[in-house]
């Protein structure tokens, strides 16, 4: 059982979110870098999804994630589009250059893999200090939609291999308001089964206030919310996605 995306998890998160994938958040984000000069970091940059589309357009990013094995893949993406990104194999809730970026982003809601507020603040607290004076952060912490049962079986196919994937349990807990959900992987070569995983995989929930009142406990201002990658659109009870800015004094 894993916390972290190790081998088979990363391969299916590479099927499943493919480079340059977007529901609008990878146009949104270049928007709003477009005429950053600085550098820019984005924390649990996978396999590169919207790291590549952002470096395409001429803007310096760098990747930053805990899992080596979605590190390899970022790289052999930029590799095959002779890009070169600095990708750092670190724990954003640890991982601090005092300074360095003009902007640091998490698109897909990935800060809701942190565990509690506690880690969250340290998370937010290391971004400040990465970042100069008026930097900005962009996060993306995605509505909740509480869920329990079990999900559907996931197929994708690279002849001779097939991988699955599927929720097999669902539990909420009410008091520290986080869904943990138990997913399980397998990946086949010809009806035999070659290798398999049981991931556990946690979501914290946050509500528009609990996520603001973050952001300025952790020295953060300026702090607003776009829905759905909409300039200007404030979140409603039918919002999926919301966007998060806000900047160091």
Known sequence: MSWSYSTLVAEVYDFHLPVGYSNGD????????????????????????????????GLRVEGMDHSPEMLEICRRHCAERDLDPALHVADMATFVQPHAYEAIIIPAGSIRNLDGREMTMRALECFHQSLGPGGRVLIDVAAARFITAPGPLRVWTRDPDLWTQQSVAVDYDPVADRTTHYIRYEKWRDGELVTTELHRFILQHWGLKDFEDLLLDAGFCDVHVDADYREGTRPTAESSDWTFHARRP
């Open 26 to 57: 990878v146009e949104y984000y270049e928007r709003h870098l477009t005429g950053a000069k600085g550098r820019i970091l984005e924390p649990a940059t996978g396999n590169g999804r919207v790291l590549i589309p952002l470096l395409q357009a």
